[in-house]
């Protein structure tokens, strides 16, 4: 499956994008899954929407939550 289709990154997915170790990677996901979880959405341990993080960390707007 191609990463454009999947809705959710992984932790090292997203350590292998930010150059960072997987375990820091982790400490991220679990800082926006919290942030989420304030805002009243569902979350997914170890995982967090690809557009979320895009926005979070890129600043990127299109169509995100």
Do not use: H
């Not at 930010?18 to 997914?44: F, P, T």
């Amino acid at each position: 499956m191609r990463t454009e289709n999947k809705i959710y990154i992984t932790a090292s997915e997203m350590a292998s994008l930010l150059g960072v170790s997987v375990g820091l990677a982790y400490k991220i996901i679990r800082k926006m899954n919290d942030e989420l979880k304030n805002s009243g959405y569902l979350v997914v341990s170890g995982k967090v929407p690809r557009k979320y993080f895009e926005k979070q960390w890129f600043g990127l707007a299109q169509g995100v939550m």
